[in-house]
């Protein structure tokens, strides 16, 4: 029987497909990402700090006391400042273990496509601890600066006016840590999409 020129197998045909493809390179911002992660982690320490050192005493009117009593703001008088400093303390520590870890990757970047994935996730459920802390501090911050008449819950900040500054920076730099976080997720996500493109 004649065989024709279809029957014979290509070489080339099966020399491209014996040989495995090389994981896609996409594009890596590692670099980047550590250090946004080292900033996040200088951020992060910075607002648990500076609200731990909030102490301020001062001597106040008491209902039924005659004088002055010396009375001390301290941020663990309110759960909202001790939930505050604990969330931030958790993104600390995060921030270092993922700026270790980005640091690995840079000198095994096998494991980049792994991480990226991880990182999103984490960066995701990070954020959302950092911002319900700065929300629930900024709402109470707010309540000390401005007051509520129709609850009476009177204003501090006029009296406690070193700790009111204190916090007021504290959750400002802890928004400042959110908006990294996200620049972080966006930088994953992005990282991973220019991995699947290829």
């Known amino acids: ?115 990226l994935l991880h990182y999103a996730f984490w960066d995701v459920l990070i954020l959302g601890i950092v911002a319900a802390a700065t929300g629930a501090a900024g709402g109470v911050a707010y309540i000390g600066l401005k007051g509520n008449s129709h609850t009476r819950w009177t204003k501090v900040c006029n009296v406690y006016d070193e700790f009111c500054r204190h916090v007021g920076s504290s959750i400002a730099i802890a928004l400042f840590a959110s908006v990294l976080l996200v620049l972080l997720i966006m930088l994953s996500v992005f990282s991973l999409h220019s991995r699947i493109r290829e």
Not at 17 to 23: A, D, I, L, M, R
Not at 38 to 65: H, I, N, R
């Open 1 to 115: 029987m004649a065989s024709t020129g279809t029957d014979k197998p290509d070489p080339e045909a099966a020399t491209k497909s014996e040989v495995p493809h090389p994981p896609p390179k996409g594009i890596d911002y590692f670099a980047v990402d550590v250090g946004l992660r080292v900033l996040l982690f200088a951020a992060t320490l910075t607002a648990v700090v500076v609200m731990s050192t909030a102490k301020q005493t001062e001597p106040v009117f008491v209902p039924g006391a005659p004088v002055r009593v010396p009375i001390a703001a301290k941020f663990n008088h309110s759960p909202a400042f001790i939930y505050f400093v604990a969330a931030l303390s958790v993104a600390c520590l995060y921030s270092i273990i993922t700026a270790l870890a980005s640091l690995g990757v840079i000198a095994k970047p096998i494991y980049a496509t792994k991480f």
